[in-house]
Nanobody
Framework: VQLQASGGGLVQVGGSLRLSCAVSGRSFNDYHVGWFRQAPGKEREFVAAASRRMTYTNFADSVKGRFTISRDNAKKTVYLQMNSLKPEDTALYFC????????????????????WGQGTLVTVSS
């Protein structure tokens, strides 16, 4: 499975961006999908995740109400819509895929995800 993230860029505070992650390889429907981010000097942190059929979603408290996650299984693509962006959202954003079970308290851990894409940089200027 290969993941290719795109859509990052420079945006002003309060603006919006939509990140995309194209997934190739085995059946996209077999995987939960998620987004993590890593700011300079900080550890990678969970942002959002969606289960195989969007039955479940999970968001970090810091992005709830501002970010949404969606997936198009026909296009094998997952999206992260980011609204009301803040300077603290500045980070390298990574998409990930996982073939395991959905456990809400576990899915936020980076080490349970099987596959990762390269990052796409989001910079929010004030």
């Amino acid at each position: 499975v290969q993941l290719q993230a795109s859509g990052g860029g420079l945006v002003q505070v309060g603006g919006s961006l939509r990140l995309s992650c194209a997934v190739s390889g085995r059946s996209f429907n077999d995987y939960h999908v998620g987004w993590f981010r890593q700011a300079p000097g900080k550890e990678r942190e969970f942002v959002a995740a969606a289960s195989r059929r969007m039955t479940y979603t999970n968001f970090a408290d810091s992005v709830k109400g501002r970010f949404t996650i969606s997936r198009d299984n026909a296009k094998k693509t997952v999206y992260l819509q980011m609204n009301s962006l803040k300077p603290e959202d500045t980070a390298l954003y990574f998409c990930a895929a996982d073939s395991g079970s959905w456990i809400t308290g576990i899915i936020t851990r980076a080490n349970v995800w099987d596959f990762w894409g390269q990052g796409t940089l989001v910079t929010v200027s004030s």
